[in-house]
């Protein structure tokens, strides 16, 4: 018999009412709300632009979003430039392949080049990787940032003291608070339930949530406008502030001046040029993948950007239940665990899919895979995240930036625990059926096939790991021959340019790393504004 409780579900095909989209109603991304005249569109650009400001800002998500803000709100005036356009919450489906082609990079086809192929997903378009992310909102460990102090320089100028404040600040003003029960929804709710079963610790996840309505479609953007990303929050208000924005502008490179940062080179998709004057300096946070490039492009050459790129790759898979579970009902992600990461540096997590999405996770082609799809509201998706201890690079050739990144085999192994737990929780949960995603690996039946796991081959091209948590490719520190950035946040021989973004990590956190970054951008730009070098 079974005992589980479970939410009743609207009948089959009809969405509770709280999850129809209001699209009569006004967002704050929607163009009447907006300062006129303070976007321009690149992909109408018909002749060469010029425009100047204090600062100009490369980048609208996390990072270039919170330090624009932080700029703009004391007073000192802003261009952001932004390579993607700016899809607005209006115009947000739950449909994947519109949102993937106008709001990822490389429609969402961007991989990892090395001895296995791995997605590496990136939010471009307005609010970055924030428009099409989770809105998980987690703290960095003090210990990681404490090891930053101890172990790479940064000494008494980046602690957890000193974070503290721009956390408290981003929360307050993002709104970051639990997952309500309201919207919770199965396939976060069983994963409680199970980790309680297992002894292990759980919570809700913390996120930027302005009344989250249990759409499951975190991932194509937020059309009900309750995610607070970037795109609907910090860079609406930097436009309020008198701040200029440039969609479908690629920053191509730095304009330099003895040994200054003057302006940004910038492209149109229509061929049109801009040339944006910065007159105080020039903020690049285009990620930890576009940022090296950026700066190698304007003449930059430290021997450490584009090196040491870390990453907390991430994997999921699928469960079948006997009970329903609908997962398109529910926060996007709900429930977590960082019970593991301190010792086996994983952490475990719910995570709702569409069924374009799943296709990817599920076993079997044709007929086979139709009958695993056409049972989506019995199936379950949670995944895992590891912060490895691989380096890697990235590195610009034939005008791409490529992520090159090898894991080594201690990472696969964890992998493989992370896995092989998320697969006990699962059972704990009552699957009857679970599909591992490690290549040639059947589908387990219940607890006692645990130990397939076991003999599960280290090798790199077994695993379908997906890349979107990025760090360290100009990382900061106090020795231009080992780091690319100060405690200044400025490039070490370049002043006036300044890295916020998460590329300035020394090392990855073992958490979504969004609040982090936010944090660190916020301190950058406060920063600036304390130490501002004199205006050209
Ligand atoms: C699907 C997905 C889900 C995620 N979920 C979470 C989560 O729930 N919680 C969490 O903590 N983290 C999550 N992450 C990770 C998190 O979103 C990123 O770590 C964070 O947004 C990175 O911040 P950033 O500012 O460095 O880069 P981004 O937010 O990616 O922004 C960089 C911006 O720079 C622009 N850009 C790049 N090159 C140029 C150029 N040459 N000229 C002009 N503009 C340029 C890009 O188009 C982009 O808009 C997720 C990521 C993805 C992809
Ligand atoms: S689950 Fe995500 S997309 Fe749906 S309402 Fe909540 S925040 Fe918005």
Known sequence: MRTDKIVPLPPRGEPPA????????????DESLLPEGSVVDGRYASHDVVDGADYVVIGTGAAGATAAVTLASAGYSVILVEEGEWVRTKEFTADVDPAMKRMYRDLAAQITVGPATYAVFQGRCVGGSTTINSAIALRAPDQVIERWGT?????????PAILAPHFDALEKSLNVVAVAERVAGNHNTLFDKAAKQLGIQAQPIRRYDGGCLGSASCITGCPNGKKLGMNITYVPQTL??????????????????WGRATGVEAQAPTGAMAVFQASRGVVVAAS??????????????LHALGRHFQAQPGTSFVARFDKTVAMDFGATQGFNSTHFVESDRFKIESLSLPPELLTL?????????????????????????????TEGRVVSMFGKDLVMFAPTQSDLGRVRSGLKKLAELMFAAGAKEVWPNIRGMGALKGPDDLRMFDSAPLNPSYYSLMLSHLFGTARMGPDARDAVVGTDFQVHGLRGAYVVDASVFPTNLGVNPQHSIMAMARLGATRIIERPLPKI
Do not use: C
């Open 361 to 389: 996770n599920l076993p079997g082609i044709g007929p086979s895979l139709t009958s695993k799809l056409h049972d989506y509201k019995h199936l379950l998706n949670w995944a895992m995240v590891l912060r490895a201890e």
């Open 18 to 29: 709280s999850r129809t989209p209001p699209r009569a109603q006004l967002f704050p991304d």
């Open 240 to 257: 309020k502030h008198g701040a200029r924005l440039y969609t479908s502008f690629k920053a191509l490179r730095l304009q330099t001046r």
């Open 288 to 301: 930890v993948v576009q940022t090296p490039g950026i700066l190698k492009r304007s003449g930059v050459k």
């Open 151 to 159: 172990a790479f320089g940064l000494g008494r100028e980046v602690t």
